[in-house]
């Protein structure tokens, strides 16, 4: 079946610019989780949604960040005037139900550069 | 705040040798514990998972058991092949399922 799919899986944006990133979530699941890799990291937390109840944005690094889950269903996270420490991989993941027995399925991730 | 810690990379082994990855966490309650893998140019995948204390995750020859009174779960492969290459996280889900990533250990095995 159809995993977690992610688009654009590259983006280039000059400082200053907007962007935003698709998260497509396996087909069913309710919880949906964003997280930021720094090159040679582990995945930092960002946000998370149960259906489109934006549950926790703790992680979000400035309120340059902003998320979204209108349907329940796919998320854009929308980084607004970008800047270069902004540059990473973004994540996004889905599961099934919230809670700590359940996997996590992870998208390829989108890299961004901001130059 | 949870964290977890595993030891840094990169592990350069031979292949059939024993590989063991240490990860030791700091939680508030009670999480479950993880391990993912990403290969070269591939998402994080799953590898195996232990919910509760002294339970034993496995997959793909790859064993760790969930201690509690040792705040750990080391990761080891009795045998290691050369498409066990990989960077290896552990992380752990706290009662939300809210995970919190190890900064990963790149693991080389040489034929």
């Known amino acids: 079946g159809a995993g977690v799919s992610q688009s654009p899986r590259y983006k280039v944006a000059k400082r200053g610019q907007d962007v935003a990133l698709r998260c497509d979530p396996i087909?069913?699941?309710?919880?949906l989780f964003w997280y930021q890799q720094a090159l040679g990291q582990g995945p930092e937390f960002l946000t998370y949604?149960?259906?489109?109840?934006?549950?926790?944005k703790s992680g979000l690094p400035s309120d340059r960040f902003f998320a979204e889950r209108p349907e329940g269903s796919v998320s854009t996270l929308k980084i607004q005037r970008t800047q270069q420490e902004d540059s990473a991989v973004y994540l996004c993941?889905?599961?099934?139900?919230?809670?700590?027995?359940?996997?996590?399925?992870f998208g390829p991730g989108t890299r961004l550069t901001v130059t | 705040g949870d964290s977890v810690t595993q030891m840094e990379g990169p592990v350069t082994l031979s292949e059939e040798a024993f590989l063991t990855i240490n990860c030791t966490y700091t939680?508030?309650?009670?999480?479950?514990l993880f391990w993912y893998v990403q290969y070269p140019g591939e998402g994080l995948q799953l590898l195996l998972k232990?919910?509760?204390?002294?339970d034993k995750g496995s997959n793909k020859g790859f064993e760790a058991t969930y201690r509690k009174e040792t705040t750990s779960f080391h990761l080891e492969k009795g045998s290691v092949q050369v498409s066990d290459s990989a960077v290896y996280f552990c992380?752990?889900?706290?009662?939300?399922?809210?995970?919190?990533f190890g900064a990963g250990t790149q693991v080389v095995v040489t034929p």
């Open positions: 992380a752990l889900a706290d009662s939300w399922g809210k995970f919190q």
């Open positions: 087909s069913g699941h309710v919880s």
């Open positions: 949604f149960q259906n489109e109840a934006q549950l926790d």
């Open positions: 232990a919910t509760k204390a002294d």
């Open positions: 993941a889905s599961s099934a139900e919230l809670g700590r027995s359940y996997e996590q399925y």
């Open positions: 939680a508030t309650g009670y999480p479950s």
